[in-house]
């Protein structure tokens, strides 16, 4: 049980000096201690620092237009000033309890998410520090597990590949000595995946393809995924949307314990193409969402996010329905999630390996749109 002080704010400890800390001094704690900044100015609109103003005679002020918000702002106040803009600063004890919420009781993690988060306003200052100028340092390199993690990188793994049939084909590759010729169906099965790469098929080295392959896949393509999200977040303006209403974030981006999805709710969502001989399969898939309900570990709301791109069913006034098609020539189920569309394998006579299929889809390719 972590220690309170007299107003019943819990103290959590600072990973810099091990101090005991009341939550709502953290930041400045942070800030004045050890002379972790706050972050620039993130929107361009002009800020008016006149109303942290108390002192009648204090004549210094600051008014910042269209800033860039790439660019850090220093801004100069008088003692008066500064002390109001920490006060601005310090939180408040629903906020902090708001954070132990949703963090179920964990003091540390609710710190983590507070020193996170931006200020009511969504204005944040940057101080020029004689000691530090030209250094400038973000609240959340404050967290060493995320520093430790930036710094110290753990190396890409076959695991950490989402697509099924490159780790197998990765996996021939490296166990193929350099003197011998790759099988023809595995020279097909590897090209489409080089050329996506870049890579060069006709190279003998077995290390170059392999570690271009694990490159590519793991961090280089993902980059462009996520440079193609942010791309399309700005577009719909959904930044600013939640700068102006960050009550609905929780709402677009619900956290975990906060995600449920009804097992009825979604069986009558799911619709079947129509096609007697898949009666089995039919069976088999109702059989696997009673299972994944049950069970921990990747569920409904991880065959959502597979099947239609999102973690969570569209609301109940909507009655668009989920499309479940048959395909016996594949071993993988298949998604089109623009039409909630998805294609299952009819081939497997027994439960299990249908199952042990549809398990392989949902661990490897349920990162919907709201779990990035």
Known sequence: MPFQDENNIPEVECI????????????????????????????????????????????????????????????????????????????????????????????????????????????????????SSSEISDPKAAIAKFRKLEDNPPPPSLNDIPDIELRKCISELESSPNDKTLPEDLKSQLEPYLLDAGLDPHNQDRKFPVQGLMLYNVINKRHLEIEDICKGVEELKLITYLSKWPVLGDLIFPREHERHINLTEFQEKSRFEDNEENKLTEEFFYKYLDLIHQRKGAGLMELCSFWTGINKLASSTNHESMLVKFDASIDLPIVETCFNSMTIPSKFDNFEDFAKMMDIAIKYGSKGFTSI
């Not at 939550?23 to 100015?41: A, D, F």
């Not at 309890?97 to 996170?116: F, H, K, Q, T, W």
């Open 16 to 131: 810099e000096c091990g101090a005991l800390v009341p939550m709502s001094y953290l930041k400045k704690h942070i800030s004045e201690k050890h002379g972790v900044e706050i972050n620039p100015v993130k929107r361009q609109h002009t800020l008016d620092w006149s109303s942290l103003q108390s002192d009648s005679n204090d004549k210094e002020h600051v008014d910042i237009n269209e800033c860039d918000e790439n660019l850090p702002v220093p801004v100069f106040m008088s003692d008066t000033s500064r002390y109001h803009c920490w006060k601005r600063s310090m939180l408040q004890t629903e906020e902090i309890n708001a954070a132990l919420s949703r963090a179920s009781g964990d003091v540390n993690a609710a710190a983590e998410s507070l020193l996170g988060v931006e200020d009511d306003e969504d204005v944040e200052i940057v101080e020029s520090s004689p000691t």
